[in-house]
């Protein structure tokens, strides 16, 4: 009978606990990183891989400086810019592409681009405007 009170007090005792425990509230934190590090500007869909010299037109570029794709987009929200997806894997493409940090040339906007797609940085295919 002892080792039955002293079995019921433990029980007791454990449920007094759990329910005196804190709840602790979920966290979710969402971290994106740091963009790629790309010469020519990166495609802006996962793995974001950096995209090859010709693929995007003069207005992602500011002073030579790639505006971003994707989550790192900072351009205007109505903005639409053009690419040339013949050299976008997804689209074919298997060609050399520049690695992350690597350095490009010093004007990264191609001379006689030729687009064949309008992108609006966020991965979707823009409408075209009429």
Request: aromatic residues 14%.
């Amino acid at each position: 009978m002892v080792k039955f009170n002293v079995f019921a007090l433990a029980a007791v005792a454990g449920i007094c606990l759990a329910a005196a425990a804190p709840t602790a509230k979920a966290q979710v934190v969402v971290s994106i990183g740091v963009a790629p590090a790309c010469p020519y500007g990166y495609y802006d869909y996962s793995p974001y891989s950096c995209a090859p010299y010709g693929y995007y037109g003069p207005e992602w570029f500011n002073s030579g400086v790639f505006i971003g794709a994707g989550p790192w987009f900072h351009g205007d929200e109505h903005f639409n810019g053009h690419v040339n997806n013949r050299y976008d894997p997804q689209h074919g493409y298997k060609g050399a592409l520049p690695k992350n940090g690597e350095k490009g040339r010093s004007n990264p906007t191609p001379r006689n681009f030729k687009s064949n797609e309008t992108r609006d940085g966020r991965g979707h295919v823009a409408e075209p405007k009429r």
